[in-house]
C-alpha cells in the first residue's frame, strides 16, 4: 500500500518563475492538504482540497493555487517565486471525516529559489 | 500570530531518561492534539495524539499530558532510546476544521548513548 507520494524531491527554480509540485494521496484517501515547511519552521497550512475544490486555505497570497484532480492527487502552483518561497513542500492526505489521527504525510518536495 | 508554540528549539538527554517536550496553545478552539516526529529527508510521521476530552494518553513508552486550563501539553518518552532522536512537532486542529492541522516550530531531540 503506497502512502503519500511527491514529487519532485527536489528542484531549483530562478526567482519569478513558475513551479509545479505533484502529490498522489494514500490509497483510499480523498483529501489533500497542502503545507509549507521554511527552515527551523514548523509546517504552515496552505490549502486543503477535496471533491477537486479548494475548501479551506491558509494565509499565502494567491500566487499559491492548487488543482485536485478526479484520482484524488493534487498539485500545488507557485507564480512569481520569491527567494522567500524557498522551503520544503508537504502533502497530507486524508480521509474527508477523518479520525484525525489518519493524516498521513509525504516526503516533501524541496525547493530552492535562487 | 503563533497559535501553537513550542519554546524548546532543541532538548538533549541520555539514553535510558525521560524525554519531556513542551507545547503551549492559545487558540482555545483546538479540541484535537497530535504530536509528529520527523527525521531529515522524511515527511512527519505521527506519533501519539490526545482528545481534549482527556488529560492524558499513554502508547508504550510514549504518554501526552494535556493541561486545558493552561493550554499546555507535553509529551514524555520514557526510556529515551538513541532511535527517538528526531525533531518533534506538536499540532492541534479544531473540529470544524478536520484535518487542517497548526504546528509548532518543533523541538529536535537529541539522545545520547
Known amino acids: 500500500d503506497a502512502g503519500v507520494t511527491q514529487s519532485p524531491t527536489h528542484l531549483i527554480k530562478t526567482r519569478g518563475q513558475q513551479v509545479t509540485l505533484r502529490c498522489s494521496p494514500k490509497?483510499?484517501?480523498?483529501?489533500v492538504s497542502w503545507y509549507q515547511q521554511a527552515l527551523g519552521q514548523g509546517p504552515q497550512f496552505i490549502f486543503q482540497?477535496?471533491?477537486?475544490?479548494?475548501?479551506q486555505r491558509g494565509n499565502f497570497p494567491d500566487r499559491f493555487s492548487g488543482h485536485q484532480f478526479p484520482n484524488y492527487s493534487s498539485e500545488l502552483n507557485v507564480n512569481a517565486l520569491l527567494l522567500g518561497d524557498s522551503a520544503l513542500y508537504l502533502c497530507?492526505?486524508?480521509?474527508?471525516?477523518?479520525?484525525?489521527?489518519?493524516?498521513?504525510f509525504g516526503e516533501g518536495s524541496w525547493l530552492t529559489v535562487v | 500570530d503563533q497559535q501553537v508554540k513550542q519554546n524548546s528549539p532543541s532538548l538533549s538527554v541520555q539514553e535510558g531518561r525521560i524525554s519531556i517536550l513542551n507545547c503551549d496553545y492559545t487558540?482555545?478552539?483546538?479540541?484535537?492534539f497530535l504530536w509528529y516526529k520527523k527525521y531529515p529527508a522524511e515527511g512527519p510521521t505521527f506519533l501519539i495524539s490526545?482528545?481534549?476530552?482527556?488529560d492524558k494518553n499513554e502508547d508504550g513508552r510514549f504518554t501526552v499530558f494535556l493541561n486545558k486550563s493552561a493550554k499546555h501539553l507535553s509529551l514524555h518518552i520514557v526510556p529515551s532510546q538513541p532511535g527517538d532522536s528526531a525533531v518533534y512537532f506538536c499540532?492541534?486542529?479544531?473540529?470544524?476544521?478536520?484535518?487542517?492541522?497548526?504546528f509548532g516550530e518543533g523541538t529536535q531531540l537529541t539522545v545520547n548513548p
Open positions: 499540532a492541534a486542529s479544531e473540529e470544524t476544521s478536520g484535518s487542517r492541522l497548526t
Open positions: 487558540n482555545s478552539m483546538f479540541d484535537y
Open positions: 482540497y477535496y471533491e477537486e475544490e479548494e475548501r
Open positions: 490509497s483510499g484517501h480523498d483529501t
Open positions: 497530507a492526505s486524508s480521509f474527508t471525516l477523518p479520525n484525525r489521527n489518519t493524516i498521513y
Open positions: 490526545i482528545s481534549s476530552i482527556k
